[in-house]
T-cell receptor
Framework: EAGVVQSPRYKIIEKKQPVAFWCNPI?????LYWYLQNLGQGPELLIR????????DSQLPKDRFSAERLKGVDSTLKIQPAELGDSAVYLC?????????????FGPGTRLTVT | KNQVEQSPQSLIILEGKNCTLQ??????????LRWYKQDTGRGPVSLTI?????NTKSNGRYTATLDADTKQSSLHITASQLSDSASYIC????????????FGAGTRLFVKA
């Protein structure tokens, strides 16, 4: 069974440019998460989806970040415009549902470098 | 504020040796506590999961323990291998507040030959 797929794996952009990340969760997983992970730190939740509904986006910087999960499957995370401080790894994860007993399966992440 | 603190920040051991990583948390009540392994350039992978009523869980050479009274968990790695070099992250899911998981900063383990 394929795991969580993310693309691109690496992205280098100049500040003020837009960038988008794509995530394909495990088939049948209703819950999808986007996390930000800085070097030497644990992941921090940006947004959580239940099917196509964003049920927790309290930590998403909405002035520059946006996300969508059309049809409740694939998801994209966008930053516009990017800032130097956005350099980090962006992880996507999925789980069967939001019950805490369900394991979150993580993708390999997209490493963003803003110059 | 709910927190998960891990120690040490990093650790270097020789191949074949045992080691123990620590996790202190303030989250209470909680639904479960997981230990994840994160290889460089990869996403975290779950190693063990414990509910508040469990005090030990094993997965091969990995054994996690939980002391709910002191709010401490540990991950013991037996007979370490080079492939154990990774970050180990303690994750606690509260029993309230929408089950928002709280991640520790991780312990970076280096296993040397």
């Amino acid at each position: 069974e394929a795991g969580v797929v993310q693309s691109p794996r690496y992205k280098i952009i100049e500040k003020k440019q837009p960038v988008a990340f794509w995530c394909n969760p495990i088939s049948g997983h209703n819950t999808l998460y986007w996390y930000l992970q800085n070097l030497g730190q644990g992941p921090e939740l940006l947004i959580r989806y239940e099917n196509e509904e964003a049920v927790d986006d309290s930590q998403l910087p909405k002035d520059r970040f946006s996300a969508e999960r059309l049809k409740g499957v694939d998801s994209t995370l966008k930053i516009q415009p990017a800032e130097l401080g956005d350099s980090a790894v962006y992880l996507c994860a999925s789980s069967l549902g939001q019950d805490p007993s369900y394991e979150q399966y993580f993708g390999p992440g997209t490493r963003l470098t803003v110059t | 504020k709910n927190q998960v603190e891990q120690s040490p920040q990093s650790l270097i051991i020789l191949e074949g040796k045992n080691c123990t990583l620590q996790c202190n948390y303030t989250v209470s009540p909680f639904s479960n506590l997981r230990w994840y392994k994160q290889d460089t350039g990869r996403g975290p992978v779950s190693l063990t999961i414990m509910t508040f009523s469990e005090n030990t869980k094993s997965n091969g050479r990995y054994t996690a323990t939980l002391d709910a009274d002191t709010k401490q968990s540990s991950l013991h790695i037996t007979a370490s291998q080079l492939s154990d070099s990774a970050s180990y992250i303690c994750v606690v899911t509260p029993n309230t507040g929408g089950f928002k998981t709280i991640f520790g900063a991780g312990t970076r383990l280096f296993v040397k030959a």
